[in-house]
């Protein structure tokens, strides 16, 4: 067993279920993870394959018919998954939010409705806040929802929808009019049901199609685009207008120990690459890994990876427990994120010339690790959301 990133603590089930996830991921994944990322390919057979496992239903408690584990086991498993291939890992992320978003918020029939669809990967979920004017400036939402007798009618465009068109089923965060001071109190969010695929895929929604990137490719990345769409206002989560940002604030706030869960497979992934690397090719009559240079690299590497693998734990434990953890949320996902760039580009670099090469899994990774620079907010932002938490924690009295 890797010495790297073990989690003490853990049950006899959680660590049954990281073994079989592990070797799904050695067998089913890693394989044929380049090829399908260099075509930009859908993952159906790797989707079939967690379907199966019932990963889609990992959180959903067992009355739904899920598996009923914690953020933690749910963690560590996305921390696999991205190891092998972090597109995959997407697939299952924004699904996972919506599903934490239904169970928390959801009224009784909306769980009923949807959670024992989602636990078999049935109903598959996305989520949807972002719009192409902005980004982490939630509160300056245009999309709206006008009230229209029993119903709702949607006009607007959403971006960055990670499922868009494989989803259906979007957690979409709108503007209402609730007439409240703030502009934060005037958000919903709205279960939007619609068929999967591009085009105008119900009256009203149009999923224009994949986003090309630069990397995390084979996930679709879309944009989401309401005109007129009508919805009943049975379809707002908790069955209260309003509540939006609190909602969306709290699936943040596990997308974040998720995000942070990637980074560290990502930089798991990119240290093993490298120290299997650094033995097998020579230099000056040795193998590099006894140069110093590129022991010394290793050594901050790996201190990187169970320093990142560590603090999200931690996120994720303190979340389980019901307490707030946007602090250590932020903090995992920022550090996680950051080393995950650095441990990535280190491993890059100890491949030399063949690190540029599309033939070597590392070139791949290169791609991948900027995107948890930004996802789920920036690096900035974490810094915000930290210092702001540490100053009230910290403010001086009298």
Request: with cysteine.
């Amino acid at each position: 067993m890797a010495r790297l990133a073990q989690t003490a603590g853990l049950t006899d089930i959680q660590e049954e279920i990281l073994s079989t996830v592990k070797t799904f991921v050695d067998k089913e994944i890693i394989p044929h993870a380049t090829a399908l990322e260099h075509a930009d390919a859908y993952p159906q057979d790797i989707v079939d394959g967690m379907k199966e496992m019932g990963l889609f239903g990992l959180t959903i408690p067992e009355e739904y018919g899920g598996l009923g584990e914690s953020l933690l086991t749910y963690a560590l498993v996305v921390e696999q998954i991205a190891r092998g291939w972090m597109s995959v890992s997407g697939v299952i992320n924004t699904h996972f939010i919506v599903a934490y978003m239904l169970m928390h918020h959801g009224t009784a029939e909306q769980k009923q409705k949807f959670l024992p669809k989602m636990a078999l990967g049935e109903t598959r979920g996305a989520f949807s806040m972002s719009e192409p004017d902005l980004g982490s400036d939630v509160a300056a939402i245009k999309t709206r929802a006008k009230k229209d007798g029993d119903d709702y009618v949607i006009d607007g465009a959403k971006m960055w929808l990670t499922n868009g068109g494989s989803s259906n089923l979007i957690a979409l965060l709108v503007k209402t009019d609730e007439g409240k001071p703030k502009p934060y109190q005037n958000l919903t969010t709205f279960l939007v049901e619609k068929p999967s695929g591009f085009g105008e895929v119900a009256p009203g929604l149009t999923i224009p199609g994949k986003i090309d990137k630069m990397g995390y490719k084979g996930v679709d990345t879309t944009e989401a685009v309401f005109s007129g769409f009508r919805i009943p206002a049975s379809s707002i989560l908790g069955g209260e207008a309003g509540k939006g940002f609190s909602h969306m604030m709290d699936g943040v706030e596990v997308g974040r120990v998720n995000v942070a869960a990637r980074a560290c497979g990502i930089s798991i992934r990119a240290f093993e690459l490298a120290v299997e690397y650094a033995q097998q090719r020579s230099t000056f009559g040795k193998p590099i890994a006894e140069h110093q240079a590129i022991a010394f690299k290793l050594a901050e590497m790996g201190t990187k990876v169970e320093a990142a693998h560590l603090m999200m734990v931690n996120a994720a434990r303190l979340k389980d427990r019901g307490e707030r953890n946007d602090v250590e949320a932020g903090m995992a996902k920022l550090l996680a994120s950051e080393y995950c760039a650095e441990v990535t580009q280190e491993a890059f670099r100890i491949h030399g010339g063949y690190g540029y090469s599309k033939e070597y899994e590392i070139e791949r990774l290169m791609r991948e690790a900027p995107f948890l620079l930004i996802g789920e907010g920036t690096s900035e932002i974490q810094k915000t959301i930290i210092s702001r938490g540490l100053l009230k924690e910290y403010k001086l009295r009298g």
